[in-house]
């Protein structure tokens, strides 16, 4: 009996997707956007002390070979021929630093991730113990490389920062060191006018420019698929690795928001959004972050983003299921929140680490208020529905007040959008729609269509009138603007009874620090260099921040 014909489908993309708590590969049509087929791997996180969250670069890497080969082998299931796959974009987790040694391959230590819970999303940096510059502001770890060798010596060996481009590429047998710029952005190290690493910056914090990865554009060919003794056959050896990008702007990337004031939001662990401002760098006076959003092509240009972060979204859930116990399954928050469809004047502000924009408190603890005799857990299930949305108009809010033009619509995804009830409070709360794409993976789409889109591979088109409409779900606001805004006020004055709490060094911490059990702490230490170094060196135009024109 003759075998099968393999589907034709015409080219197809890979994306790798790595975040985390998991790794994924993904595979797409370019001519359709659909996503054909997947595979998911869970990867640890380690805590050795609070504040630091790290992973095994091992593992990670590990879980990467076996997404693509088990996706690989349902492709083969269905059908569908993996040659026709032409290009691997990658997507990864942003601020995640590792440090190997160039000659083996082998990492240094583990990979320091920034915190994702109870903390925020700090710039991390990996430097020489005993420097005489430590990396203020930042989430660090003082590695004694004076184990392994000098520093002097090690410095000529040991390469940092993303390594999925280099390891996929060959590693150490001749991988291909780079990062894009998005991903270089984000590390306090790089100038995001001139697009290099910022000399400055780089002898303030002690870092070696020599040991960090080339910036390349978010979508080029940087090199190609090489065997790996972790993939059976060699799957994909020889396809062109061709678009990189930092998970968020990934996201805007997949939500298609190549244009001046389109915004998305994601909701994951935090809440992260991102509005497009274009070709111009808009510095925020309201707390929010001017990073790189993408680079499209060597000769395209750059285009820039505003940033906004909610520190606790999908964790306050977690914190109810596991701390508080009111719920076995994440899931079972929409269901208790819909017994009831109101809080009853119950307000839940989750500062379980300190407050992020556009108040930037670390003294603020998290409160629940307004309770009554009246008040169950279906209230309070409620209630933490609504600090999501209140938190993102915050942001929201901030960012319309720094672009001047206010949003006329909210493009989300992530997780927690598949709660029908957070949506229409976030449409409500916002007083403007929020619109859901039915394709949820906007992440790993977005780093396909930058591996796709990559001259020398050609096979999906980022020309408006060329990208595949995209079926969206729309929540409209259902209560009037009055009653909005009275909900909003409240929430802001509940916020302000959290601020302030921790007046004192906690009787519960050895550490003389309040940086070791406030790891928001260093975000806004950071936040406070950057903008100091602004106005240092803002007329050499040698730092990526510079004081805002009034």
């Known amino acids: 009996m003759a075998a099968p014909k393999k589907a034709v489908l015409g080219p197809l993309v890979g994306a790798v997707d790595q975040g985390t708590s998991s790794t994924r590969f993904l595979v797409f049509n370019s001519k359709t956007a659909e996503l054909l087929s997947h595979h998911q791997v869970e990867i640890k996180q380690e805590f050795p002390k609070e504040g630091w969250v790290e992973q095994d670069p091992k593992e990670i890497l590990q879980s990467v070979y076996e997404c693509i080969e088990k996706t690989c082998e349902k492709l083969g299931q ?50 020489p113990s005993g420097s005489s510059v430590p990396a203020a502001g930042t989430s660090s770890v003082w590695l004694d490389l004076r184990t392994q060798s000098t520093v002097e010596k090690l410095s000529k060996r040991i390469p940092g920062n993303n390594n999925f481009v280099k390891s996929l590429t060959g590693g150490a047998n001749g991988g291909v060191h780079c990062t894009d710029v998005t991903n270089a ?17 780089c002898q303030f914090f002690g870092i070696p420019k020599k040991i960090l990865p080339n910036v390349r554009s978010s979508s080029e060919i940087y090199g190609l698929m090489k065997i790996s003794h972790s993939l059976k056959a060699g799957a994909l050896e020889g396809v062109p690795i061709s678009g990189c990008l930092g998970d968020q702007s990934a996201a805007l990337v997949g939500q298609m928001c190549f244009r001046d004031g389109q915004a998305k939001n994601t909701y994951g662990t935090g809440c992260f959004l991102l509005c497009n401002t274009g070709r111009k760098c808009i510095f925020s006076d309201h707390g929010l972050l001017t990073t790189v959003a993408y680079k499209l092509g060597r000769d395209k240009p750059v285009y820039y983003a505003l940033e906004g972060s909610v520190a606790i979204a999908g964790a306050v859930i977690r914190w109810l299921r596991d701390n508080l116990g009111i719920i076995t399954t994440s899931d079972e928050i929409e269901k208790l929140a819909k017994e009831v469809g109101t809080s009853y004047g119950c307000y839940f502000v989750p500062a379980f680490s300190g407050l992020y924009a556009p108040y930037w408190d670390p003294s603020a ?93 050609g096979v999906w088109s980022l020309e408006p009138e060329d990208l595949s409409a995209v079926t969206m779900e729309r929540f409209e606001p259902q209560i009037n603007a009055e009653e909005s805004e009275i909900r909003f006020s409240t929430w802001k004055k509940a916020v302000m009874k959290s601020m302030g709490w921790v007046t004192t060094q906690s009787s519960e911490s050895g550490d003389p620090s309040i940086f070791c059990s406030l790891p928001l702490g260093f975000f806004i230490v950071s936040s406070m260099v950057m903008l100091i170094g602004a106005r240092y060196i803002s007329g050499s135009s040698s730092l990526q921040l510079k004081e805002s024109t009034k």
């Open 185 to 201: 952005s984000r590390t306090m190290l790089f100038n995001i006018h001139s697009l290099e690493w910022d000399k400055d910056l």
């Open 78 to 127: 269905l059908n569908i021929d993996i040659s026709n796959i032409k290009a691997i974009g990658v997507s990864n987790q942003r601020e995640t630093t590792v440090v190997w040694d160039k000659l083996t391959g082998e990492p240094l230590y583990n990979a320091i991730a920034a915190p994702v819970s109870p903390g925020p999303s700090d710039p991390v940096a990996v430097v």
């Open 365 to 457: 603890r998290g409160i629940i208020c307004g309770l009554t005799q009246f008040t169950n857990k279906c209230h309070i299930a409620f209630a933490a529905l609504e600090a999501v949305c209140f938190q993102t108009r915050e942001i929201l809010d901030a960012m319309n007040r720094d672009c001047g033009i206010p949003l006329s619509h909210l493009q989300v995804d992530g997780g927690m959008t598949n709660n029908k009830i957070l949506m229409q409070l976030q449409a409500d709360i916002l007083y403007i729609p929020v619109v859901k794409p039915s394709m949820p993976e906007t992440t790993a789409l977005g780093a396909a269509m930058a591996a796709g889109a990559a001259e020398g591979v």
